[in-house]
């Protein structure tokens, strides 16, 4: 069975500090996806970003970059010189069964507040 | 583009009472989901629908729980009778069509129904 872990319950940083958020995950088969999404206090969930298993490159977009890495079943998410506006619940997903839809189980998310 | 449409918004009703969540799909998108979120148990799927097709139930916690998907743009989530642990933020999301090598695409979320059976 697929598992998807946030050992980080909540993290508080002051602005423009650097925060990671770690996900580690569990999965028996070869092929699958990584996702992440943002859940603001507005309490929509926003997709960030995903990452099948076969591209273990780094990923920079802005001040967010994400460590995809297999040897390790880990998925970290890093937020440079944080922002205010960083304040969310971010959750950590995995998807199997690439043949059918994006099934997704998720981690139980970590909240960030970012703090003047 | 609009994104996916879920109504109500909040939905208050008292133990016993059916309720209907309803959910519009972004247009073009072939597979929709219907997740549930609590503070004890996070996020969880409740089931999906592929081609209007239900394709995965087994989130479904209760027979008092059903989902129908009648037509590629609309699908309904229908919990009777209600009960005070059904209360949770209900999330309905879309995914496109997979193209090409794109084996699986990323899902599109509503902003959530925010049920509260008192």
């Known amino acids: 069975a697929q598992k998807v872990t946030q050992a980080q319950t909540e993290i508080s940083v002051v602005e423009k500090e650097d925060v990671t958020l770690d996900c580690v995950y569990e999965t028996r088969d070869t092929t699958y996806y990584l996702f992440w999404y943002k859940q603001p206090p507005s309490g929509e969930l926003v997709f960030l970003i995903r990452r099948n298993s076969f591209d273990e490159q780094n990923e920079i977009s802005g001040r967010y970059s994400w460590n995809f890495q297999k040897s390790t079943s880990s998925f970290n998410f890093t937020i440079t010189a944080s922002q205010v506006v960083d304040s969310a619940v971010y959750f950590c997903a995995l998807s199997e069964n690439p043949g059918t839809a994006s099934k997704l189980t998720f981690g139980t998310g970590t909240r960030l507040q970012v703090t003047l | 583009d609009a994104g996916v449409i879920q109504s109500p918004r909040h939905e208050v009703t008292e133990m016993g009472q059916e309720v209907t969540l309803r959910c519009k799909p972004i247009?073009?998108?072939?597979?929709l989901f219907w997740y549930r979120q609590t503070m004890m148990r996070g996020l969880e799927l409740l089931i999906y629908?592929?081609?209007?097709?239900?394709?995965?139930d087994s989130g479904m916690p209760e027979d008092r729980f059903s989902a129908k998907m009648p037509n590629a743009s609309f699908s309904t989530l229908k919990i009777q009778p209600s009960e005070p642990r059904d209360s949770a933020v209900y999330f309905c999301?879309?995914?496109?069509?997979?193209?090409?090598?794109?084996?699986?695409?990323?899902?599109?979320f509503g902003q959530g129904t925010r049920l509260t059976v008192v």
């Open positions: 247009s073009g998108h072939n597979s």
């Open positions: 629908f592929n081609n209007n097709v239900p394709i995965d």
């Open positions: 999301a879309s995914s496109p069509r997979r193209t090409g090598h794109s084996m699986n695409t990323e899902a599109f």
